[in-house]
T-cell receptor
Framework: SQELEQSPQSLIVQEGKNLTINCTSS?????LYWYKQKYGEGLIFLMM?????EEKSHEKITAKLDEKKQQSSLHITASQPSHAGIYLC????????????FGKGTLLTVNP | DVKVTQSSRYLVKRTGEKVFLECVQD?????MFWYRQDPGLGLRLIYF???????EKGDIPEGYSVSREKKERFSLILESASTNQTSMYLC??????????????FGPGTRLTVL
């Protein structure tokens, strides 16, 4: 079965700093999904990547899927306290069951 | 905007009680999912459904059952709640694969405590 490993597990940055979160898969990624979760709440969908080399941006968050489609990175530029939360990556196996496998998440703290 | 709602944000039940968690989506999604989320274990799939009255077991179905009588509604049932079912429960829904791939949209979660 597919496994996703996220690094780092947690991250504390000063407001205004850039940061990167990585998601590495044990198998080829057919679709990679980034979510954000505030403590005690549901997951908010951020971006989906499907093609090797694909890059997407939303406001100050950029996600990339590497050419070999086994790793994705999430980069936040000029972090703000509003970026704080748990970031999770999810992956589809490309099969017909529509299930996603999720990483365990990266806890981001942004200090003002 | 996709909207997935869950019947309760917080729930406290006693051991042995029958517990119903309800999830409703308003986007005509075919697929619906129930997860539980625990510290250190991440999100784990309990059950999912790809059509009305259809269901499949996820990774941890023991102690749970589900019901999907209408396309928009997916219920999770704890037949006899136990303390090890204290957790955050998250419902999600998605289209059959299309332009959005397998993107799942999540509800706000239900924090269940079993005493």
């Amino acid at each position: 079965s597919q496994e996703l490993e996220q690094s780092p597990q947690s991250l504390i940055v000063q407001e205004g700093k850039n940061l990167t979160i990585n998601c590495t898969s044990s198998k080829t990624l057919y679709g990679l999904y980034w979510y954000k979760q505030k403590y005690g709440e549901g997951l908010i969908f951020l971006m989906m990547l499907q093609k090797g080399g694909e890059e997407k941006s939303h406001e100050k968050i950029t996600a990339k899927l590497d050419e070999k489609k086994q790793q994705s990175s999430l980069h936040i530029t000029a972090s703000q306290p509003s970026h704080a939360g748990i970031y999770l990556c999810g992956a589809s196996s490309g099969g017909s069951n529509y299930k996603l496998t999720f990483g365990k998440g990266t806890l981001l703290t942004v200090n003002p | 905007d996709v909207k997935v709602t869950q019947s309760s944000r917080y729930l406290v039940k006693r051991t042995g009680e029958k517990v119903f968690l309800e999830c409703v989506q308003d986007m005509d999604h075919e697929n619906m999912f129930w997860y539980r989320q625990d510290p250190g274990l991440g999100l784990r799939l309990i059950y999912f459904s790809y059509d009305v009255k259809m269901k499949e077991k996820g990774d941890i179905p023991e102690g749970y059952s589900v019901s999907r009588e209408k396309k928009e509604r997916f219920s999770l049932i704890l037949e006899s709640a136990s303390t090890n079912q204290t957790s955050m429960y998250l419902c999600a829904s998605s289209f059959l694969r299309g332009r959005s791939g397998d993107t799942q949209y999540f509800g706000p979660g239900t924090r269940l405590t079993v005493l």
